[in-house]
């Protein structure tokens, strides 16, 4: 309990010294300096004692007065009370804490890459004294790598500093009244002495808190000046530009090829445009070639049939026969009448023309009838040139209109089919851009 009770004492008040070692350098009384180790200052105390005990001193003496023998005395109790601070680690660090100390920071305004290393690297190893982790690492030159110089920067900006700051306050001659240390010894009871610790520990967390920020501008002017970090900097902008460009040119190559694909495709449109309309045209032309075909075949039916054999055939007959046969079977019909021998007697079953065209109608469902006077097919017989009845003009009409829409039936089934065989091919045309797109995507990645 004593023991927690004098660390906290330590920890909350100053190191007090003796009157005789004011203005002592303590470490010069015993003939070491701030470097030496524990085991050196122990070594050099025991010289020390040997040397100026008072009793082996005085006896070395013939005559000592009692000034003399007092100074001697006085002399031996520095001694051994220099050791008892320098031997404890926290009565050293305090000690060393109050010792004069040039916190000074090298300024923004470094010219020059030699003066900016000549500048922070005293100013570094000055303020390396107080890091509590040894050893610490040193600046370094315009030749160290990189890694080392960022281990360098987070070591210092991670600083832990030892330097007490209540011998700090202590020293300070420009602190105001307000900020006296309180002097534990003075409290009358132990609320007192612990009120006193607090309002003295929170005086150093102020100095403390202004001595780390001295640190930290120091690390931060320094990264700021620092040659290599520039470099670095300007090395990482360079490749930073050289990657958006790259991406820049990859993005404009990209934008060049979709825009080829894309000029290829309107071209490939409208050179399909252009044939399709083209292809329309002939279609459209075929179309009416095809008709006027079938027309000129109806007509030489017609002349064939008022040539080889007009009175036995009706002319509303035969031109329903023509409404109902193509081309090629009107054409066959017609050859076959024309090459067809002559009559060989007054009746149709001896015309053989004739039985050709009955034959026909019958097998378009239409029963043959010997014609009257006025149903006799002539050169020019069309169904405005011949009096029909009505029944047999209406007859006329309803089988014009199912040819018509057998033609039409059929030229659509052809329209959509060619629509369908359209699509198609303009999905094959899809899928494979989409595939060699997808390839060249592949390349580029």
Known sequence: ???????????????????????????????VTEETGSDEIKDQYRSLVLLHHPDKKIAKMDKCSEKEKKKIELEFVKIQEAYDILSCEDKRRKYDSS?????????????TDTEFFDTFKEAFHRFSRWSEKKPV????????PYAQVEKFYDFWTKFKS???????????????????????DDAECREERRWMER??????RAYEKEWMATISELVQRAEKSDPRIKAEKQR???????????????????QEQKEA???????????????????????????????????DARKQLRAAVQQKCPTFVCSHQLQTLCLELEKDALINLTNSILAASAPTGSTAEQCPATVLVHAEFTNIGITPAIPEQNELVTTCSTPQEVDFTPEQIAEIKERERLA??????????????????????????????????????????
Request: aromatic residues 2%.
């Open 261 to 295: 694909e894309e000029k290829k495709r309107r071209e490939e449109e409208e050179k399909r445009a252009a044939e399709e309309a083209v292809k329309k045209q002939e279609e459209k032309a075929a179309r009416e070639l095809a008709k006027q075909a079938v027309k």
């Open 1 to 31: 309990m004593q023991g927690k009770t004098e660390a906290r004492k330590n920890a909350s008040s100053a190191l007090k010294i003796s009157e005789a070692l004011k203005d002592v350098d303590l470490y010069d009384l015993l003939g």
């Open 137 to 144: 690492p040193c600046l370094g030159d315009e030749n160290t």
């Open 236 to 254: 990482r902008k360079n490749l930073r530009d050289a990657d958006k460009i790259a991406k820049q040119q990859e993005q404009k190559k990209l």
């Open 99 to 111: 010792l004069d100390f040039d916190d000074s920071i090298p300024s923004n305004k470094i010219r």
């Open 162 to 184: 030892w330097r007490d700051p209540l011998q700090m306050m202590e020293m300070d001659e420009d602190k105001d009244s307000d900020d006296e240390l309180f002097n534990l």
């Open 199 to 204: 309002e003295n520990q929170r005086m150093a």
């Open 404 to 445: 018509e829409e057998r033609r039409k039936k059929k030229e659509e089934a052809q329209r959509i089919q060619a629509e369908k065989d359209e699509v198609e091919r303009k999905k094959r045309e899809e899928e494979k851009k989409a595939k060699d797109a997808k390839a060249r995507q592949a390349k580029f990645d």
